[in-house]
């Protein structure tokens, strides 16, 4: 099933705490994702990787904001962009896939760049395998989208815009 957001006009009008236009997203994908579709269906489901970039740079644009999808199945690669994202992004959403159980390389990296953070997974990782149960970065996240399929990338995006305005709304008090 492909995922598909209405498409509207860019937040335009700045209002009191809400973000610029120009405010950046970065979605980072972590290892395996680039086999959306294709590789255990029944779980991650048939929507492709390109498509839920597409709907979330249109639903970034719905919303005001700038989004910059990112993916590698390098752990070093995906601690790279998210140090280049230090006071350049507004806001990280990650799903670390596989790294989730076992970088410490990675967490340290978003506890350096000081970006509020939403952890999404495709799947609900409390049914499956106990090892999925843990997450490295659980304890420095702001929220984690689990279960949802690629709605959950969406869902993240709005709550990124949400943790971006709250954010702003305190700078401008």
Not at 33 to 47: F, K, V
Not at 75 to 82: N, S, Y
Request: with cysteine; hydrophobic share 40%; proline share 5%.
């Amino acid at each position: 099933m492909a995922i598909r957001e209405k498409p509207g006009p860019a937040a335009e009008t700045k209002v009191r705490g809400a973000p610029t236009a120009l405010t950046t997203v970065l979605i980072i994908h972590g290892p395996n994702l680039n086999l959306l579709g294709q590789r255990e269906p029944e779980i991650y489901g048939r929507t492709r990787l390109g498509d839920i970039d597409r709907a979330l740079k249109a639903l970034g644009r719905e919303l005001g904001l700038k989004v910059e999808t990112f993916q590698s199945n390098s752990e070093g690669a995906i601690v790279d962009r998210i140090q280049r994202a230090r006071g350049r992004a507004g806001a990280l959403v990650i799903n670390p896939a596989a790294y989730t159980h076992t970088s410490v390389a990675i967490r340290d990296a978003i506890t350096a760049c000081d970006l509020p953070t939403v952890e999404v997974h495709l799947s609900n990782v409390y049914a499956r395998e106990p090892f999925r149960h843990h997450s490295t970065i659980a304890g420095i996240v702001v929220g984690r989208i689990m279960g949802f399929g690629a709605e959950g990338y969406l869902l993240a995006l709005r709550a990124a815009r949400r943790m971006i305005e709250t954010k702003q709304g305190a700078a401008d008090a």
